[in-house]
């Protein structure tokens, strides 16, 4: 069982950057591919950014495409997204997320670990 927890959201002005970290635990995620959702209030939670167990792939959503860059270092056992130009409909809480299998989607349901969320706000 692999743990996941989320830092680096907060409170920033639209235009703005913010880098959101990903510390996993209990098993190395080396071999995990490992993405990036979010849920704002009344929505459903969506795909924001996957990236490949080596760090090879990277695939993101278009509303983001451009903007965001998912990252991995598996000696830290940690994935980050630094997000730049933020917008006010960024605003969600993000989650990290990780599956031991390979696929070709990104469904909330393709992916078997969670962390308990990091919240965004971008302010107009």
């Known amino acids: 069982q692999v743990q996941l927890v989320e830092s680096g959201g907060g409170l920033v002005q639209a235009g703005g950057s913010l880098r959101l970290s990903c510390a996993a635990s209990?098993?190395?995620?080396?071999?995990?591919?490992m993405g990036w959702f979010r849920q704002a209030p009344g929505k459903e939670r969506e795909f924001v950014a996957a990236?490949?167990?080596?760090?090879?792939?990277?695939t993101y959503a278009d509303s983001v495409r451009g903007r965001f860059t998912i990252s991995r270092d598996n000696a830290k056992n940690t994935m980050y997204l630094n997000m730049n130009s933020l917008k006010p409909e960024d605003t969600a809480v993000y989650y990290c997320a990780a599956r031991t299998f390979y696929g070709s989607t990104y469904y909330p349901n393709d992916f078997e670990f969670w962390g308990q969320g990091t919240q965004v706000t971008v302010s107009s």
């Open positions: 209990g098993r190395t995620i080396s071999t995990y591919t």
């Open positions: 990236i490949s167990w080596s760090g090879g792939r990277t």
